[in-house]
């Protein structure tokens, strides 16, 4: 009987036990990013760069790290809408791309962290960059200071073209207070700007033909997600005009514009999955400061220059941090 006693108390001691092994064995919940984007699905070199980011930091999507992404696709209006379906899902953080889509995150939620990129100025999104405050924090690209110094550059790149017409995405606020730094900066420079806004693709061709009947010197891009998307087409535009153009990013010169200056996308981005991280790893996006931009890069295509008949003064060549010959 005491041979049979133990072995049912073995087995039941078994039993027990089993389920708190299972218990200990059942893997750690997967930390899950919510990516609000103005752009649309598709390949994106700055999505792609704050993945690697997030490798760099040892998180592989689909192993450790679940993302779940929501696109916009240059319909501004729908932010409202996808900021709450991501809220809904529980994320544990909120990536945000642009003003708008920081704003309608912050409406949407008052306990999900987010960290924003792409905005130009946080203002509306944080008590201070500093101290931010409240559950948002990021980095900014401050593309609003830096508007008079790009006019500057068009000014000495075309000595003889006083008059620039500025297309900028107008449903975008960050980007209207964009083109409103820049006016300013105009009228200190003693230059002329004709405002082309528009409110998408479909009004570029004709942003064009206002250009060329006012005849514009030269055309400033102020680019934001949903401008870069269409970044091939406004090139071809210029193109056909040809209308010397410059713009923010570098990736703009890269495409085949004359200038650019500003900081650089990939590398904000790429900086972005750190504050991730350290919201991940406890830390509260009240206590993280702003991040500004570190690096600024004035890239020339001189490709683009010559086939508009046009030299680049040295004074601007020397100071270049890219030629593209």
Known sequence: MSRTAGIIATLALGLLVAPLAAVAQQPAKMPRIGVLSPGSPGPSPLLD???????ELGYIEGQNIAIEYRFAEAKLERFHDLAAELVHLKVDVLFTINTPASQAAKNATKTIP???TWVAEP???????????????GLTTIADELSGKRLELLKEALPGGSRVAVLW???????TRVFRETERASRQLGMRLQPLGVRG??????????????RAGALLVIEDLVMASHRTRILDLAKKSRLPTASLYREFAEAGGMLSYGPNLPDLFRRAATYVDKILKGRKPADLPVEQPTRFELMINMRTAKALGLTFPPTILIRADHVIQ
């Open 123 to 137: 203002a509306a999104l944080v008590a201070s960059l500093a101290r931010p405050g409240g559950n948002v924090t």
């Open 169 to 175: 995405h107008s449903a975008n606020p960050a980007a």
């Open 201 to 214: 693709p479909d009004e570029l061709q004709k942003a064009f033909e206002a250009a060329k009947k006012e």
């Open 114 to 116: 987010i960290v924003f």
């Open 49 to 55: 760069a704050f993945r690697q980011g997030l490798r």
